[in-house]
């Protein structure tokens, strides 16, 4: 069985099956968003290798991403401190896409605090 060559095609068809998640653009590059929030997108930097792809997350998971499989995943200095990991999409599989892209979509469409209020109260 030949292994499928991934790219923004296939990122793009399994991620648009999710819920709300629209096609975009981010620094110009394509993307996919969710409340206006992104969830994934081709990085535009060019300290990521090519045929990469960012992939928001919380920290916690980023983490564990690296440690566990830093051939696959990997940041560089002008993404380190953001929400996001760089995956190399040769290295994946159409089943580990969906399961990052889900975990991106529950990242970027939890609950979060509610907004700070103004210091000024309206009158």
Do not use: W
């Not at 030949?2 to 923004?8: A, G, T, Y």
């Not at 095609?9 to 590059?29: M, N, Y």
């Not at 920290?59 to 002008?78: G, I, M, R, S």
């Amino acid at each position: 069985m030949p292994k499928i060559k991934m790219n923004f095609d296939i990122v793009r068809d399994i991620g648009l099956k999710l819920p709300g998640v629209v096609e975009s653009t981010a620094f110009g590059a394509p993307a996919l968003k969710v409340q206006g929030k992104l969830l994934a997108c081709i990085p535009s930097n060019r300290s990521a290798e090519p045929e990469s792809l960012v992939v928001r997350m919380d920290f916690d998971d980023l983490a564990e991403l690296l440690a566990a499989e830093p051939d696959v995943y990997y940041v560089t200095d002008h993404y380190v401190g953001y929400s996001a990991v760089l995956v190399r999409l040769s290295r994946v599989t159409p089943d580990t896409l969906r399961d990052l892209l889900g975990m991106a979509h529950k990242f970027v469409t939890r609950k979060t605090a509610p907004p700070r209020t103004s210091a000024r109260k309206r009158r």
